[in-house]
Structures are given as structure tokens and as C-alpha cells.
């Protein structure tokens, strides 16, 4: 069964530094990754989506890899900012299984 | 605007008081999902449906059920809410490239 873990489970930055999540899943055989973004009660963002055959993904000041064969994700965010802040996840859909969410990065950055 | 909505997005009720909490998308998605979120649980997935008629279990689907008559609505029914059944909902469509788009969600409290 797949388990998605996500490190740090939460992260104080001050305002302008590059930072690194991390995501981890134990099967390798993903269909896809997903990272999204959740604001406290809020729904969830889509930030990027990573196909299987991909290597990585950008958005603006957001890129994310994958390396499927040692089952890890990253998320880069270039030149942080105060509105960043939110509970960053990661999602694995598998072949034959269903969505697997991470727990969260809660990330802080300070003005 | 493509989206997915929730009705109602907060809920008060009484155990045991049969509810629905409704679910809408307006991208033609063939796969929608339940999920409930609970502080350190994070999501997970209630039931999910690949098509019209077509419904199957997540992970903790006990205490729920689901319908899947029209492609664009996706109900969460509750027939005897119970407490540990206070959590908060989302509701997801997925796209042909199995990226998932979320609801705002609904926070429900069940006394």
C-alpha cells in the first residue's frame, strides 16, 4: 500500500530566502504527483501536476521534480514571500490504487 | 469558470439526523472523490466514482454512502451521523490527466 511522507512538517523562513519541500512515497509505479496548496480552512490549489514520464514542472517561482525511482518529490520556491504561507501537500495517484495524500508542509514566511 | 462546488460549506447537526452534503463540477470529469480531513489524518479518501452508477470505496468509507446518477453531481450522504464523523469534507473531480480539482469544502460538527 502506498504511504506519502513529507518533510519538514514545518518550516519559519524570513522573506526572500529559496526553500525546499520534500515528498516521499514508497511505491514507485505512480501515475502522476500532484502538489497543491491549503490556506487554514480553506480548499486546496492545485500548485503542479507531474506525470510519471516527467521530470519535473515550473509555475512562475514554483518548480517541482520527481525521481520515481528513488520515490522522492521536491517543490522549490524561489524568492519566498509572506503570502507563500499556507500547508504546502503532496499527492500520488497509483497505478491501480486510488489518490494518497501526504501529511503537509506547514511553511511560514516572515515579513 | 471551471469548478466544484459544495453545498452547504458549514453544517451544525445532531447525531443521528440523516444529512446530504452536495457536490457539483462543471468539467464533464468522469472521476469524482470524497475526502474527509482530520487534524494529523490528514485527507483521506471516503468514496470515489469513476463514472455514472459506478462507486467504490476509499479508505474509511464506513458511516457514508454515495450516489453517482448524473455524471456532473457526486452526493455525500450521512444516513446516522455520529461525532467522530465531525470532520472537514471535500469533495474532487479529476481531469482525463488525473489532476484533481478540489471544493472549497464543508465543515461539518456533529453533536
Known amino acids: 500500500k502506498q504511504e506519502v511522507t513529507q518533510i519538514p512538517a514545518a518550516l519559519s523562513v524570513p522573506e526572500g530566502e529559496n526553500l525546499v519541500l520534500n515528498c516521499s512515497f514508497t511505491d514507485s509505479a505512480i501515475y502522476n504527483l500532484q502538489w497543491f496548496r491549503q490556506d487554514p480552512g480553506k480548499g486546496l490549489t492545485s500548485l503542479l501536476l507531474?506525470?510519471?514520464?516527467?521530470r519535473e514542472q515550473t509555475s512562475g517561482r514554483l518548480n517541482a521534480s520527481l525521481d520515481k525511482s528513488s520515490g522522492r518529490s521536491t517543490l522549490y520556491i524561489a524568492a519566498s514571500q509572506p503570502g507563500d504561507s499556507a500547508t504546502y501537500l503532496c499527492a500520488v495517484r497509483s497505478y491501480g490504487q486510488n489518490f494518497v495524500f501526504g501529511p503537509g508542509t506547514r511553511l511560514s514566511v516572515l515579513p | 469558470e471551471a469548478q466544484v462546488t459544495q453545498n452547504p460549506r458549514y453544517l451544525i447537526t445532531v447525531t443521528g439526523k440523516k444529512l446530504t452534503v452536495t457536490c457539483s463540477q462543471n468539467m464533464n470529469h468522469e472521476y469524482m472523490s470524497w475526502y474527509r480531513q482530520d487534524p494529523g489524518l490528514g485527507l483521506r479518501q471516503i468514496y470515489y466514482s469513476m463514472n455514472v452508477e459506478v462507486t467504490d470505496k476509499g479508505d474509511v468509507p464506513e458511516g457514508y454512502k454515495v450516489s453517482r446518477k448524473e455524471k456532473r453531481n457526486f452526493p455525500l450522504i450521512l444516513e446516522s451521523p455520529s461525532p467522530n464523523q465531525t470532520s472537514l469534507y471535500f469533495c474532487a473531480s479529476t481531469g482525463g490527466s488525473y489532476e484533481q480539482y478540489f471544493g472549497p469544502g464543508t465543515r461539518l460538527t456533529v453533536t
Open positions: 507531474i506525470q510519471s514520464s516527467q
